[in-house]
């Protein structure tokens, strides 16, 4: 096996489409965001990229096994624009592997006929939070003001310590190769995967490039992360006593 290797699955034409990337990361954002638009809109898986720098495992499913791999899928909505969908389980494991498999992708993008990059992730607050900002960073000054047109916001020094893993190097690597690039990050505690972000992310896109979906599937999962949060917090306060009644449970 290569270092880094693409198994091309099907051709999946698109027209004009961007690049929109969402891995594991802080609240898993980007990662919930990409695989909500897999959900709701069709799409067609078209490559998997491997690489020794993935953990050495698979994933297991009805018996089957499949190879730690990032995975492409094309999308074509009914309206906005057309889409290649890069998700997957796992980033790299070194530093090395997060600048070769991010070369990488962006060689299938621009296979692709990719121009514009949108990677998606969480910016971490530390504390839980109701309202949910979507911080942005971007390549060029005319992609930071159509961003702020659709409300991203821009703080000074945010985030702290800048953007790391694949997100951070497709804007780094997207810019040596005359592509647009954007990162959307939701506010997120940190501490949970976090529905809630990944839908306030994946609203802005919604603005940018015009697709519809839904949102109720999300919107489940975060009502299970808030109880979740709520027991966390409990938690933190205090458990209190159980009462007879409380104890009456025998399993």
């Known amino acids: 096996m290569d270092e880094f290797e693409i198994e091309r699955i099907a051709d999946g034409e698109l027209t004009d489409p961007v690049l929109v990337e969402g891995l594991p990361g802080v609240g898993h954002v980007g990662k919930l965001a990409a695989e909500h638009l897999l959900e709701e809109l069709d799409s067609v898986l078209v490559a998997r990229v491997y690489s ?36 997957g389980d796992h980033q790299a494991q070194d530093n090395e592997g997060h600048y070769g498999l991010t070369d990488t992708f962006l060689d299938v993008a621009e296979e692709f006929g990719v121009e514009s990059v949108y990677a998606l992730g969480g910016v971490p607050t530390g504390e839980l939070i109701e309202e949910y900002d979507v911080l942005g960073a971007s390549t060029t000054d005319s992609l930071v003001e159509e961003l702020e047109s659709v409300g991203v916001a821009f703080r000074e020094n945010e985030p702290a310590g800048g953007i790391v ?35 306030a ?51």
Do not use: N, W
């Open 52 to 87: 020794q720098h993935f953990p050495p495992q698979v994933t297991v499913e009805d018996g089957t096994t499949q190879l730690a791999s990032a995975e492409f899928h094309a999308v074509r909505p009914e309206d906005g624009r057309d889409m290649l969908v890069l998700t």
């Open 165 to 199: 893993g694949v997100s951070g190097l497709l804007l780094g690597l997207s810019g040596r190769r005359d592509l647009d690039a954007a990162c959307l990050m939701g506010e997120t505690s940190g501490y949970l995967v976090d529905p809630k972000s990944a839908q």
């Open 201 to 251: 992310v994946l609203e802005i896109l919604q603005e940018l490039l015009g697709f519809e979906i839904d949102y109720e599937a999300l919107e489940d999962r975060a009502d299970e992360m808030e109880e979740v949060a709520r027991k966390i917090q409990e938690m933190e306060q205090g458990t209190p006593t159980p009462s007879d009644e409380d104890l009456r449970y025998i399993g």
